[in-house]
């Protein structure tokens, strides 16, 4: 399985300032109060999509992530240790949608594997 970047996310003190990228970029972004979470869709299909929010727990040493797929996230958080990484957030689900886990590189810069929920056959 190929592992490729999926998602991005930039972590900010102020989540409503995403209407710059709005104006500056043209980028549609939808609030997700319930999330406290704005999901940003740039608008073509040679880009990935991201999000923009404000964390509220964990360590959170950097101001940008991004989010690599993966088919296992326990198998690749032994992975992760294994190679030296460590884990940030243990793995989470955000409902409807997947699941995701953060860990630090062994350099210490924070990233995010996915596994994206199971599509409903009729979508």
Request: aromatic residues 14%; charged residues 25%; glycine residues 8%.
């Amino acid at each position: 399985m190929a592992n490729p970047v999926v998602h991005w996310e930039f972590w900010s003190k102020d989540p409503a300032a995403a209407e710059f990228y709005a104006e500056v970029f043209g980028w549609n972004i939808r609030h997700i109060p319930e999330m406290n979470y704005r999901m940003v869709h740039t608008e073509s299909e040679d880009g990935i999509d991201g999000g923009i929010m404000q964390p509220d727990e964990g360590p959170w040493p950097a101001q940008l992530a991004f989010y690599i797929s993966v088919d296992d996230i326990a198998e690749y958080q032994d992975r992760i240790t294994a190679a030296g990484g460590t884990l940030v957030v243990e793995e989470q689900e955000v409902p409807g949608m997947g699941w995701f886990s953060l860990f630090a590189d062994p350099e210490g810069r924070v990233l995010g594997i996915w596994k994206e929920a199971p599509r409903d056959e009729e979508e």
